[in-house]
């Protein structure tokens, strides 16, 4: 597969509007109009018979517990077996939930849930997919090639398919503690191609050496949207080159993601800095660190919202992850 280039190339097609993304609380009742997807984080979260409902097996660590997408046009939705979906205004979300058991671990789960998306996706009229998010139980059990990510990662690129074939989108990889059979794995795509953007402070995911697994993770930095009104932003942490930074040390962890968020937006074209229309979602490893995250973001991004989760970064040694919207 083919990486795209991390030139900004404008489609010459008007694109539609990106969705907008805020927190806040559960809804109350059935979900708005224009309601794409919403996400409830954590085990206490309320169940909503909706397909555009997606509890998400990671427990929220500050006030806000619910992230919502909406686009400005009707909605339509459902599901299909292990998938669900919902469209409108040229977006598609769509997510699968499937236990590991019943595909052999969790390399058979992930060539699952991408072969169920990919087909989707591929079969749709926004086939162009701009940002996965996974969540996986246990993400770093296992010693070598048996890390229960590096199998996560090999089953992945072997469901993904040709609709990949333009460039790897944005991503993120994270590990929930509910049950670790549990896989979680949803999308956003449109109709029309986005900008793939790398870190001119780190080496491309897809081509990190084998130190880091059979086969390398598969996502780009960050994607600018087709409407270029927002950049969506991958998981960043302090990765320099290739390798973790600073291992065990919150603090020169927080300033290493900073500098690589800072030169993301700046290789990418992006506002500078994180403002009021820039959500950020901060992974946390230890929930002790959570006051420590905060007072991070409240000093560098004070008018940032942001929703602040118990999970599980890829690598071992990293404590902390970020990742979220750059709205112009």
């Not at 969705?19 to 309320?46: D, K, M």
């Amino acid at each position: 597969m083919r990486p795209a280039s991390d030139m900004r190339e404008r489609s010459p097609l008007a694109a539609r509007p990106s969705p907008i993304v805020t927190y806040g609380e559960p809804p109350a009742g059935t979900l708005p109009p224009g309601t794409l997807a919403v996400f409830g984080f954590g085990t206490s979260a309320v169940a909503i018979d909706d397909p555009r409902w997606l509890n998400v097996a990671l427990e929220p660590l500050g006030a806000a517990s619910v992230e919502r997408w909406t686009v400005e046009s009707d909605v339509t939705h459902g599901r299909l077996g292990d998938l669900r979906w919902s469209r409108g205004g040229g977006w598609l979300y769509a997510a699968v939930e499937c236990d590991e058991a019943d595909h052999g671990g969790p390399e058979g789960a992930a060539a699952h849930a991408y072969r169920l998306l990919s087909a989707f996706v591929a079969g749709s009229p926004e086939r162009h997919v701009q940002r996965i998010w996974n969540y996986l139980g246990a993400i770093n059990a296992g010693a070598g090639d048996d890390e229960r990510y590096k199998q996560f990662c090999t089953g992945r690129i072997a469901g993904m398919g040709d609709v990949f074939a333009q460039g790897f989108p944005a991503a993120s990889a994270i590990g929930h503690h509910a049950h670790e059979g549990l896989l979680q794995v949803y999308l956003l795509a449109t109709d029309r191609p986005g900008t793939r953007v790398e870190n001119p402070r780190q080496v491309s995911a897809w081509e990190y050496p084998r130190q880091y697994g059979r086969t390398p993770p598969s996502f780009a930095r960050a994607t600018f949207l087709p409407a270029d009104d927002v950049l969506a932003i991958s998981g960043t942490a302090a990765v320099v080159g290739h390798a973790s930074a600073h291992a065990g040390d919150l603090p020169a962890q927080l300033a290493e993601t900073r500098r690589n968020l800072d030169a993301l937006l700046a290789h990418g074209g992006a506002p500078e800095g994180f403002d009021a229309r820039a959500p950020l979602k901060a992974y946390v490893r230890h929930p002790e660190d959570m006051a420590a995250v905060k007072a991070f973001a409240d000093e560098h991004w004070p008018e940032a919202p942001l929703l602040i989760v118990h999970g599980d970064i890829c690598r071992e040694e990293l404590l902390v992850e970020i990742d979220g919207w750059r709205y112009r």
